[in-house]
């Protein structure tokens, strides 16, 4: 099984700065692709970012403001979030694809606790 823990999350400032870490741990073969979410009260879940091996993508929302990172040999990801919004306000969730040892045919996705973001004007 894979299990994915998020922190970082908290209450900033406008214009401040933020930086979410995600590690996922437990029997894991392969990750294929890790990535952000978020959720604001009343809202869909909503994409922020992902990161492959090869490629970022972002949300436009947030391009230029939000930088995501990973390192492959810890099975982590990070979000370094800049410039904040109150709009950023939202419960952020880590996202994995990835395989296990137990059945390594199949990818699947696992998802983080989220952890709260707050952005106070």
């Known amino acids: 099984q894979v299990q994915v823990v998020e922190s970082g999350g908290g209450l900033v400032q406008a214009g401040g700065s933020l930086r979410l870490s995600c590690a996922a741990t437990?029997?894991?073969?392969?990750?294929?692709?890790m990535g952000w979410y978020r959720q604001a009260p009343g809202k869909q879940r909503e994409l922020v970012a992902t990161?492959?091996?090869?490629?970022?993508k972002y949300a436009d929302l947030v391009k230029g403001r939000f930088t995501i990172s990973r390192d492959n040999a810890k099975n982590t990801v990070s979000l370094q979030m800049n410039s904040l919004e109150p709009e950023d306000t939202a419960v952020y969730y880590c996202?994995?694809?990835?395989?296990?040892?137990?059945?390594?045919?199949?990818?699947?996705?696992?998802w983080g606790q989220g952890t709260q973001v707050t952005v106070s004007s």
């Open positions: 996202n994995v694809l990835a395989r296990s040892r137990s059945d390594m045919r199949v990818l699947r996705s696992y």
């Open positions: 990161i492959t091996t090869s490629s970022t």
């Open positions: 437990g029997s894991i073969f392969s990750i294929d692709l």
